[in-house]
């Protein structure tokens, strides 16, 4: 019995995505896509989840980017329908309200890194590899790069990393600001859940709201995001988590938040 493209496990409010086609490389083709969608959606209206983290299957590849074996056929309509497809299901992670954690496990490129991009933040194994090589193919980045990697390191790193279609290093991207922490593959999955079990017990209402008043906000002037931020800081005052979080630090008391 063939085991699905994408394998989900929940435990303790954690649930780590995993993105099976190892003989592929993880590579990304439409019923991936859509696969990986379906799940992304179940898992956003899933209340005993409360964060995501989304690795690749096998030890050489998080996901080495889109499968060219189904793209090389395509017509110019056909390969728009398939950037809009990745950027539907890359949307749908960066506007999840959930936290959602890239833990990166190896190759890293084309769709793979946007994919890795569109989350919250990323670990990555010692052999990680990142790049957006579309450029050696014809092409250009087809699943959000050319808009989200400048806005996280940049215009001037972007353009050299996009131009030259070279691959950086898990150390060099964590250098650059692509990359949070550097780990051994054999304790990524651990260090993810790590993070993951520190941030359950914090206030993941509040986290949640931050999480979309920094989406928001990169997307808006300045002076509109600051206003944005206070009226959702004002408005988390009307809340329970607000109470007893205040409350349990004079108290001097563990802090026993809603998250639901």
């Known amino acids: ?6 394998k989900t496990n929940t435990k303790n409010e954690i649930c780590t995505v995993t993105i099976n ?3 592929n490389l993880n590579a990304l083709n439409s019923e991936l896509l859509d696969a990986l969608a379906k799940s992304i959606e179940e898992i956003s209206t899933d209340n005993e989840i409360k964060i995501v983290i989304i690795t690749g299957s096998g030890d050489k590849a998080f996901v080495a980017g889109a499968d060219i074996s189904e793209m090389t056929e395509m017509n110019p309509v056909q390969a728009l329908h398939f950037s809009r497809k990745g950027q539907g299901l890359l949307g749908k992670i960066e506007s999840m309200e959930k936290v959602c954690i ?5 190759y890293a490129l084309g769709g793979g890194f946007e994919l890795a991009l569109a989350c919250d933040f990323i670990y990555a194994s010692s052999n990680a590899q990142f790049g957006l090589p579309e450029v050696t193919l014809g092409i ?21 990393l996009i131009f030259s279609g070279k691959m950086l290093s898990a150390e060099q991207a964590e ?3 692509i990359v949070n922490k ?7 999955l651990a260090e993810a859940k790590n993070i993951a079990t520190t941030m359950l017990k914090n206030g993941l209402t509040a986290i949640g709201f931050a999480k979309e008043t920094i989406r928001s ?3 808006m002037p300045k002076n509109e995001a600051i206003l944005h931020e206070s009226s959702i800081f004002g408005g988390l005052f009307s809340t329970f988590d607000q109470k007893e979080g205040m409350s349990a630090f004079l108290e001097k008391r563990k802090a026993l938040f809603s998250n639901v």
Do not use: K
């Not at 019995?1 to 994408?6: K, T």
């Not at 808009?147 to 390191?153: A, E, T, V, Y």
């Not at 550097?182 to 990524?188: F, I, Y």
């Open 140 to 160: 250009i980045p087809g699943f959000g790069g050319t808009q989200n990697l400048p806005r996280l390191i940049g215009p001037n790193r972007s353009r050299e």
């Open 175 to 177: 250098i650059w600001g």
């Open 1 to 6: 019995m063939n085991e699905p493209i994408v």
């Open 217 to 219: 906000g990169l997307n």
């Open 21 to 23: 086609r190892p003989e």
């Open 102 to 106: 890239a833990a990166v496990n190896g």
């Open 182 to 188: 550097v780990v051994e593959q054999d304790t990524l």
